[in-house]
């Protein structure tokens, strides 16, 4: 090729072209992280000390070692998690997972070599809390579920198998009964998962707490639980 056609080049293939080799940077992930994420992977009690509300955080990894491998997407453990290649996958809250766009997004940030970008605006603060319009469904509860026990209830959690062989990160798995029903919809108070939350059988959970479930989240596991332990369609 000669220098008038490698210079030529850009102009001929157009925009379009030349955004394609744009590097992805943290500024394009940081809001994903943040809405799916940092629910659970933030603050003192992050699961196995993995943060995921700044990027400083992100390269640190977590207990066990980098989670983002720059330009090694398909080694790096964030992206089996994202991806379901390795469990449990994330984020815990889901289905829905992470779209295939936001996937590419985040194997294109890695194989890039883990670029900052621009500073990301900071997040808006979270709002009030508001009552539930209508029946409790799986979609308010899996939050806090995923916050405050999913660390441990998960197939590989922090204390290695879900103890008492109790996963809680999906409605199917919340309501298996195997030995034991630990929900039994309809009936909160016999329900062995209302129990412990509220400390009427031990251990009282979470394991890591207190501080407990406050009065509003257990209101509102109770709740789901008398209206029939509903999916996330509200079945």
Known sequence: MSIVQRLLLPLLLGPAAALAQQAVTYTEIAPILQAR?????????APLGLRLDSLEGLRAGSQRGPVALAGKPQDSELLLRLSGARQPRMPMTGPPWLSAAEMSLFERWIADGLPAGAEPAAAAPAPPAQTVDGPVTWTQVA??????????HATQGLMGPPPEGLRLTSHAEALAS??????????????ELLRRIRGQARPRMPYDGPPWLDEAEIALIAAWIEQGA???ESR
Not at 37 to 45: I, K, P, Y
Not at 143 to 152: D, E, F, G, W
Not at 178 to 185: L, M, S, W
């Open 143 to 152: 939050p806090i579920l995923a916050r405050r026990c999913s660390k441990c």
């Open 178 to 191: 195997g030995e034991r029903a630990r929900v039994i919809p309809g009936a909160p108070e016999a329900s």
């Open 230 to 232: 509903r999916d996330a």
């Open 37 to 45: 994420c940092v629910l659970c992977h933030s603050g003192a009690s």
